[in-house]
């Protein structure tokens, strides 16, 4: 079955580094969805991503999906501490609801 | 707030019983989502539906149903508990059935002894 892969599973940054988070899929994605889940709280949508190649970006995060649909990105520009959480992405075609298994973020000050 | 609730919060049961899980959608949404989110597993999608239709089936165990009312609320039935169940249960809902953005719930624990 189709499998969507998060790398890395986990990352500690100092405030005010980059961080990246990455999505791998073995198959063409139909579009790709972005969440975030701060500790001990529920998903939270940020972004979807439809057309091959796309880049958007919301303040501090940049979302990229890749030329041939498999894959894409998350950069965050100098983390704060509010960006702790973990970051799933999410493959959702027409009967699949797939998503990674995610990227914790840890921040420290 | 999302505007999805669920209830109850948290739930504690024995092997071998079976409960119920209850969400109510935002206004206007037509499409209901059910998760199982363990440390080992992730987020796994279980089933979605659409104006009381089942639309698309994940990995949804066949001693779990579930099912959409007219009022568009949907309820999770877990039966034949194994202690493998213990996990967050999210229910999420959207404006329309193809999977655009998601609204979820707080989650319902749920521990079997």
């Known amino acids: 079955g189709q499998q969507v892969m998060q790398i890395p599973q986990y990352q500690h940054v100092q405030e005010g580094e980059d961080f990246t988070t990455y999505c791998n899929s073995s198959t063409t994605l139909s579009n790709i969805q972005w969440y975030k889940q701060r500790p001990g709280g529920h998903p939270v949508f940020l972004i979807q991503?439809?057309?091959?190649?796309e880049v958007k970006k919301q303040k501090r995060l940049t979302f990229q999906f890749g030329e041939a649909k498999k894959n894409s990105s998350l950069h965050i520009t100098a983390t704060q501490t509010t960006d702790v959480g973990t970051y799933f992405c999410s493959d959702s075609g027409y009967s699949t609801l797939t998503f990674g298994k995610g990227t914790m973020l840890l921040v420290s000050p | 707030d999302s505007g999805v609730t669920q209830t109850p919060k948290h739930l504690i049961t024995a092997t071998g019983q079976r409960v119920t899980l209850r969400c109510s959608p935002r206004s206007g949404d037509l499409s209901v989502y059910w998760y199982q989110q363990s440390l080992d597993q992730g987020l796994q999608f279980l089933i979605q539906y659409y104006n009381g239709e089942e639309r698309a089936k994940g990995n949804i165990l066949e001693r779990f149903s579930a099912q959409q009312f007219p009022d568009l609320h949907s309820e999770l039935n877990l039966s034949s508990l194994e202690l493998g169940d213990s996990a967050l249960y999210f229910c999420a809902s959207s404006r329309t059935p193809e999977n655009n953005e998601q609204f979820f719930g707080p989650g319902t624990r749920l521990t079997v002894l």
């Open positions: 991503l439809v057309k091959s190649g």
